[in-house]
């Protein structure tokens, strides 16, 4: 396991974009600490690990593990006044992004560092394992589901690549995926054929409201869309052409 878990580790933090100083800061042990356990002479606690692998997104043992806290963190250091609340495990996760930099003592965001923030709540509850979520086969899009759900009066707000759209104009959607209060009424408003378990390929994915993430949504042209810093947080932890997104709508990249 230890060789697996350096390699693990090794890869996590550079599709992360983390120094090895950055992911030392982020569960305060010294660089020396990282590199040694990525170089497997040394393995690390179960704590340690389990410390490690959540910053960067991989908690041990279980999917649909992601931290809604992170998203609560990142959320709460743009806008303060937001109703969210700020648990002990949104002070946690002050502590590690203030460790490197991203947040002030207040918890509010560094200035210049709202795009790496961003990111970094991305990253760490990414789309794939949000708790609760269930993927269906692929077929309707974004706006073709929402547009059944409104009808029936089911709460939802798009998110992703789709709810990217909404803020800006782009082309295609690479995974069409929704909020809603109640994910089997949605699936059956919408007509929804719950995917294979282990399949792969397109899909339609529900996530249930989480007090967090659906927290400011906001009316585009008749759509339900998650707030823009939901969206940008959702699109940096989701696939393929999302992190494009994220970034332009982060001034990060031109459309």
């Known amino acids: 396991m230890g060789v697996d878990l350096a390699e693990r580790i090794s890869t996590l933090r550079r599709v992360n974009g983390l120094s090895a100083r950055q992911l030392a800061a982020l569960v305060d042990v010294a660089p020396t600490t990282v590199t040694r ?9 179960f704590d340690l690990a389990q410390e490690i692998l959540t ?11 992601a931290d809604v806290d992170a998203i609560a963190t990142a959320r709460l250091a743009l806008d303060p006044d937001l109703d969210v609340a700020s648990t002990p495990g949104v002070e946690l996760w002050r502590q590690r992004w203030g460790r490197i930099g991203l947040l002030d003592g207040e918890g509010r965001v560094t200035p210049g560092k709202e795009a790496d923030l961003l990111f970094r709540a991305g990253r760490a509850a990414r789309l794939t394992r949000r708790a609760g979520a269930v993927d269906f086969t692929a077929g309707l899009s974004a706006n073709e589901v929402a547009d059944l759900l409104r009808g029936t009066g089911i709460d939802y707000a798009l998110t992703g690549d789709a709810g990217a759209n909404r803020y800006r104009s782009s082309a295609g959607e690479a995974w069409p995926v929704l909020y809603v209060e109640d994910v089997a009424r949605a699936a059956e408003a919408a007509g929804l054929a719950r995917k294979a378990s282990g ?5 339609v994915t529900l996530i249930p409201f989480d007090g967090v993430s659906e927290v400011g949504r906001v009316d585009i042209a008749g759509i339900v869309v998650v707030a823009r810093d939901q969206v940008i947080i959702d699109a940096y932890g989701g ?17």
């Open 239 to 255: 696939i393929d052409r999302m992190v494009e997104q994220a970034d332009i709508l982060m001034g990060r990249r031109v459309a």
């Open 55 to 65: 910053v960067l997104g991989e908690p041990i043992g279980f999917t649909g593990a």
């Open 199 to 203: 399949s792969f390929g397109m899909r």
């Open 37 to 45: 356990i990525e170089s497997g002479a040394v393995s690390p606690s």
